[in-house]
């Protein structure tokens, strides 16, 4: 990529990264990548140095899970606990809350998982019926939470519930790190159709009783602001736009992983006198699909580097629109990857097949595709909202 875009650095990072996907490669094994991944300071390039990390930002983080992704074995969690959890933690946490966890995110000996899905609220904030009551010192958490991915293999759950404002009575968002093993913290596999290998959970909060230092951010008299109470919803955003970001990253890289299949067997798969990439019906949709695929991942540069400089609205606009941007790009180059290998396409040597699935992945979550067009229309265009 040209240095206009992307710095020298960030393509030395880039094929670092490459090179250690292609040692683990498609049937990798999860644990020895993300050990191996974390140890030479990838899986915590955004975090503060202080804390063990790389002092970048999401424009590196996204990079490597890119590349990583471009290689056949992306690292999911790496949109969880990292990118929402370390940031929301390096951004608004105690400074007792970043010792404790910040140096275990950033050299991948600790994970944490992201609790915000409902099963009648979905992603909508002001639905959350988690709830948070004060009983003495301690916080009491009761709810239930759905679609909560890598929570069997997380220390903790960085939990978005809600507790009533005790000037207006209102109800507000805020956040609570729940360790795994907290008395009447329950959880149920989800039988998901899905090849990977974070699974997913539903969670029950029964009674969950946490210390006062379990709120992100401490109390309402913090610093600038930044208290758990009073800042549950910029602390929230200040997560799901990297979540946005790198859920685009994902996206790229499982469509550049199966492009480049397909590319290589209609560079080599010949049938009468010439290989089947000669054929305009053959190359020109996969020319398609890697233009599409490089026009999202400008569009995350920008919403990378946005997020980066600080600006929080601009980076909520671009990432809205690269994850969108790169979730159609990928679901686009998987089917035509699939449909380019005929039913090769379709075995298990290809290792195609089940991205058909997985692709899917990004058009859906943690927005749908529809969500993001709501965004665009009432915030981009300024258009009258429907709901």
């Known amino acids: 990529m040209s240095t206009v875009i992307e710095t020298e650095e960030h393509t030395a990072l880039r094929d670092a990264v490459a090179a250690l996907g292609r040692r683990h490669g498609?049937?990798?094994?999860?644990?020895?990548?993300?050990?191996?991944?974390?140890?030479?300071?990838?899986?915590?390039?955004?975090?503060?140095?202080?804390?063990?990390g790389g002092g970048g930002g999401m424009a590196e983080l996204s990079i490597v899970l890119e590349e990583l992704g471009a290689a056949g074995c992306p690292l999911l969690m790496m949109v969880v606990s990292p990118a929402i959890?370390?940031?929301?933690?390096?951004?608004?946490?105690?400074?007792?809350?970043?010792?404790?966890?910040?140096?275990g995110l950033a050299d991948g000996t600790r994970t944490m998982a992201f609790g915000i899905t409902e099963p009648d609220a979905g992603s909508n904030s002001h639905r959350i019926t988690t709830t948070a009551r004060r009983d003495g010192d301690d916080w009491v958490l009761t709810g239930?939470?759905?679609?909560?991915?890598?929570?069997?293999?997380?220390?903790?759950?960085?939990?978005?519930?809600?507790?009533?404002?005790?000037?207006t009575g209102k109800l507000k968002p805020c956040l609570f790190v729940v360790p795994r093993d907290a008395p009447g913290f329950g959880r149920r596999r989800i039988d998901m159709e899905l090849h990977a290998h974070e699974k997913q959970f539903e969670l029950t909060?029964?009674?969950?009783?946490?210390?006062?230092?379990?709120?992100?951010?401490?109390?309402?008299?913090?610093a600038e602001g930044r208290g758990g109470e009073d800042a549950g919803l910029l602390q929230l955003f200040a997560g799901l736009n990297p979540e946005r970001i790198m859920t685009a990253a994902f996206a790229l890289g499982m469509g550049r992983y199966a492009l480049a299949k397909a590319v290589a067997y209609a560079r080599d798969r010949q049938v009468?006198?010439?290989?089947?990439?000669?054929?305009?019906a053959i190359a020109h949709p996969l020319a398609q699909a890697h233009i599409e695929l490089e026009l999202a991942r400008l569009m995350t540069r920008k919403a990378a580097h946005l997020y980066?400089?600080?600006?929080?609205?601009?980076?909520?606009?671009?990432?809205?629109?690269?994850?969108?941007?790169?979730?159609?790009?990928?679901?686009?180059?998987?089917?035509?990857?699939v449909h380019t290998l005929g039913g090769n396409g379709l075995t298990h040597e290809f290792g195609l097949a089940s991205l058909i699935t997985a692709s899917r992945v990004a058009r859906i979550a943690p927005v749908s595709r529809e969500m993001i067009l709501n965004y665009v229309s009432h915030q981009t265009l300024g258009l009258p909202k429907s709901y």
């Open 26 to 52: 498609r049937e990798h094994d999860r644990a020895a990548l993300w050990a191996e991944a974390g140890k030479l300071g990838y899986l915590g390039v955004n975090l503060p140095e202080e804390y063990g």
């Open 85 to 103: 959890c370390g940031t929301v933690i390096a951004r608004f946490g105690t400074d007792e809350q970043k010792r404790h966890w910040l140096p």
């Open 144 to 167: 239930r939470k759905v679609f909560i991915s890598g929570v069997d293999i997380a220390d903790a759950t960085l939990i978005v519930g809600r507790t009533e404002d005790a000037r």
């Open 205 to 222: 909060l029964d009674d969950v009783r946490l210390p006062a230092d379990a709120l992100v951010g401490g109390g309402t008299s913090q």
């Open 272 to 280: 009468w006198k010439a290989p089947i990439g000669a054929h305009q």
């Open 308 to 337: 980066d400089a600080g600006d929080d609205l601009g980076a909520g606009e671009a990432a809205n629109m690269a994850k969108y941007a790169a979730a159609e790009a990928c679901v686009k180059a998987v089917d035509q990857s």
